[in-house]
């Protein structure tokens, strides 16, 4: 019992982590989203101040997601500290990625997307904005409602879905463009980074599952 009742409070305590670090990577997310509108609308003069925003905010997940390894690493009584492991690292992976896309734009700088494209990228961003918010509030209710954080877990999935669509439809554009070729690929490598970003979210969707049917019972 004694062992029990610890596990569980070291458990609580990672998950209180958890959700600080969730809070930053949707900061992270929503700071990237700026940048692409921005970039989008042909608007220049912030990009520099948001990409140093985000890069704060990586810095800042990645400091917090050390903390929770650190935590999960001395909790030995924790009954599903792998499955937290997996939920830090895949957590923060986006918030890399989300860097990751942040440069991407650097090259696209002297190029702006007709309404098409525009439309395209915005309908990615709408459902990674839904799979994140949904992750971040799955975890912020792993220590009240396990049922509502599956609920919101299987969210997460239908955006990750929606993802996958938009991004099939904008590369099948693309290719049928004529654009420049060194334009397209970075236009490829931008969808295709949005696309990792909404993964990662599945992924800590699935731990967030797993952990929260263990709760339940």
């Avoid at 610890?6 to 990672?14: F, H, M, P, V, Y």
């Avoid at 693309?174 to 990792?196: A, G, M, N």
Wanted: glycine share 4%; with cysteine.
């Amino acid at each position: 019992m004694t062992l029990e009742i610890t596990g569980n409070r070291a458990e609580n305590k990672a998950i209180g982590i958890a959700q600080d670090h969730a809070g930053v990577v949707l900061q992270a997310a929503k700071t990237l989203r700026m940048m692409i509108e921005d970039w989008m609308d042909g608007q220049k003069e912030r990009q520099k101040e948001l990409f140093n925003k985000l890069a704060q905010l990586e810095r800042e997940a990645d400091s917090i997601k050390r903390s929770l390894l650190d935590e999960l690493s001395v909790s030995e009584t924790m009954l599903r500290r792998s499955d937290f492991f997996r939920l830090a690292m895949t957590t923060d992976d986006i918030a890399d990625i989300c860097e990751a896309t942040a440069w991407d734009l650097t090259g696209l700088e002297d190029y702006q997307p007709d309404t098409k494209i525009k439309n395209q990228i915005k309908t990615m961003l709408d459902a990674i904005d839904d799979a994140i918010t949904n992750m971040r509030q799955a975890i912020l209710l792993l220590a009240q409602n396990s049922s509502k954080a599956i609920e919101l877990a299987m969210e997460v999935d239908a955006a990750e879905r929606a993802v996958d669509e938009g991004h099939r439809r904008i590369l099948q554009a693309l290719y049928r463009s004529k654009l420049d070729i060194l334009v397209l690929l970075r236009l490829k490598d931008l969808t295709q980074h949005l696309e990792e970003i909404a993964d990662a979210a599945e992924d800590a969707a699935d731990a967030i599952r797993i952990i929260a049917v263990a709760r339940g019972h």
